[in-house]
């Protein structure tokens, strides 16, 4: 079986509780979907504990499992010292700092299944949609944002359209942002 602080990270990934069979299924296509690499149905069972089995999980495994949530490996997974309880940790990712980025820059950012934004900076940590495919951001929106980082939610503090206030916005929730790329002005 998996630590449950590691399954807390799968879950976290995959956007719900691992809870029914179903749920196991739908994990072992999104993993493969998510790393290019397969994780049978009833191995995830047993590391769920919903399948008992004295079986010791084959590294290879545990690589997929630690890949899939950031990991190169899972001794590099390991190597961070969680505990069952932890609730911190420090993690290498891939920023760009909002006030980082100078007005007039370009950022480009997708995220699942088929999403991708380009937005203009408008200074400090405004930004206005310049287009926009399969998102509810539209063309035009104006958004604050406080930083881009791969691979985790896009958290917009605010999406302005025509003049109103339509609230905060979270894109990529369970995978992410997928790609970014920072164009900077001439």
């Not at 545990?62 to 001794?75: M, N, Q, S, V």
């Not at 969680?82 to 909002?98: I, K, M």
């Not at 939610?153 to 992410?176: C, E, N, W, Y």
């Amino acid at each position: 079986m998996l630590p449950s602080h590691i399954k807390t990270l799968v879950e976290r990934r995959f956007g719900k509780t691992i809870r029914y069979s179903s749920d196991i299924e739908a994990l072992s296509y999104d993993i493969e979907a998510n790393t290019g690499l397969p994780v049978s149905v009833n191995t995830l069972k047993r590391l769920w504990g919903i399948v008992c089995d004295v079986k010791k999980p084959r590294l290879y495994t545990l690589d997929i499992i630690a890949k899939y949530i950031g990991a190169d490996t899972w001794d590099d997974l390991a190597n961070n010292k969680l505990e069952d309880n932890c609730n911190s940790g420090f993690n290498r990712v891939d920023v760009g700092d909002a006030v980082d980025i100078g007005q007039g820059d370009i950022v480009e950012f997708s995220y699942k299944p088929d999403r991708k934004v380009v937005c203009r900076c408008v200074g400090g940590n405004s930004f206005l949609v310049v287009s926009a495919e399969n998102s509810k951001l539209m063309p035009g929106d104006k958004i604050e944002v406080e930083h881009f980082v791969l691979n985790y939610p896009l958290m917009v503090r605010s999406v302005v359209r025509d003049g109103i206030q339509l609230g905060r916005f979270t894109a990529g929730k369970t995978s992410g942002i997928t790609s970014l790329h920072v164009v900077k002005a001439k």
